[in-house]
């Protein structure tokens, strides 16, 4: 009798895996982030104001809803596909709370991005740009930051107590006044004048132009 792993043995899978293709409303988003740098004129003069346009690879500027929710979609896809397709040893493992840590959130936007933007190359340069520097950069810092933090559960973020005091009131305005400190020895600095050369009188002969002392 077939047992579960000689079921999955036998059961055709591909190799690999693909890489998460973004949403529709995605790829719009993408396509006039293309057309705002390589697009004519009148192309950018459409869009607007591209200083607006959502940047998918930076979360926070994607603030329509649906948007926002196909972004996490596709970053959810991307996690998935990256803890299977590109890690061994448990250590590389992307935590299953990834979301709450925004570090990780910033990061791996990034990250997706770029290995969307090599998918899309002509060449594999970008694809071995990501391979040898973004994806190994990316899980060293994982790792430095989360530690082992986050290997069986998520835990609470320990830098919140620093964190809360750093942005509290007193700590706040001994910063504010060491900034007005700073400000008020710029100003200080503009006001002041070198003292002019100390200037000798001289006679000048009218006829010939001679200066005497």
Avoid at 12 to 20: D, V
Avoid at 54 to 69: D, F, G, N, Y
Wanted: with cysteine.
């Amino acid at each position: 009798m077939m047992n579960e792993h000689d079921r999955a043995a036998s059961s055709p899978a591909p190799l690999i895996l693909p890489f998460p293709t973004p949403g529709k409303g995605l790829q719009l988003a993408y396509r006039e982030l293309h057309l705002a740098q390589y697009g004519t004129d009148e192309q950018k003069e459409a869009l607007g104001d591209i200083t607006t346009l959502p940047r998918p690879w930076a979360p926070e500027t994607v603030t329509q809803p649906r948007l926002r929710h196909e972004l996490w979609t596709w970053l959810e896809g991307v996690v998935t596909w990256l803890n299977h397709e590109y890690t061994w040893d448990v250590a590389g493992i992307v935590p299953t709370c990834w979301p709450k840590h925004p570090h990780l959130v910033h990061e791996i936007a990034v990250l997706a991005d770029q290995r969307r933007r090599a998918r899309l190359a002509l060449t594999s340069d970008a694809l071995e740009e990501w391979h040898r520097y973004v994806l190994p950069a990316f899980v060293d810092r994982m790792k430095l930051r989360l530690r082992s933090h986050c290997e069986d559960r998520h835990q609470d973020w320990p830098g919140r107590a620093r964190h809360t005091r750093h942005a509290g009131k007193d700590e706040r305005t001994s910063r504010e006044r060491l900034y007005l400190r700073d400000e008020a020895t710029l100003r200080q600095d503009a006001q002041w004048q070198p003292p002019e050369p100390e200037r000798r009188l001289q006679l000048v002969d009218q006829v010939t132009g001679e200066i005497h002392d």
